[in-house]
């Protein structure tokens, strides 16, 4: 069974940094690609960034320049690294195991999200 697991979600100031970390069950990377989805209350789930199994990453246009996925492969680890965070960002974080199909990425598995909060 496919399991993911979000950590790193907290509370920070805006302008403030976080780094969430996304570990899988067993080796599933190596099989899939990775996206990184966040939800604000009363809003649809969105898709922030992916990576691909050859480490191709891509960004919404809200985020770009500020976020930053990465990825440990020894550890079945993916990273989401926040920075200049804003109060906007405030919302669950979600990370996602999918595929990669022409230019869009299709999830099929979920983490059971992380809680950022950005508020002085």
């Known amino acids: 069974q496919v399991q993911l697991v979000e950590s790193g979600g907290g509370l920070v100031q805006p302008g403030g940094s976080l780094r969430l970390s996304c570990v899988a069950s067993?080796?599933?990377?190596?099989?899939?690609?990775m996206g990184w989805y966040r939800q604000a209350p009363g809003k649809q789930r969105e898709l922030v960034a992916t990576?691909?199994?050859?480490?191709?990453?891509d960004y919404a246009d809200s985020v770009k320049g500020r976020f930053t996925v990465s990825r440990d492969n020894t550890k079945n680890t993916r990273f989401l690294q926040m920075n200049s965070l804003k109060p906007e960002d405030t919302a669950v974080y979600y990370c996602?195991?999918?595929?990669?199909?022409?230019?869009?990425?299709?999830?099929?598995?979920w983490g059971q999200g992380t809680q950022v909060t950005v508020s002085s």
């Open positions: 990576i691909t199994r050859g480490n191709n990453t």
């Open positions: 996602s195991a999918g595929r990669h199909i022409n230019s869009d990425y299709i999830p099929l598995y």
């Open positions: 067993g080796s599933i990377f190596s099989f899939y690609g």
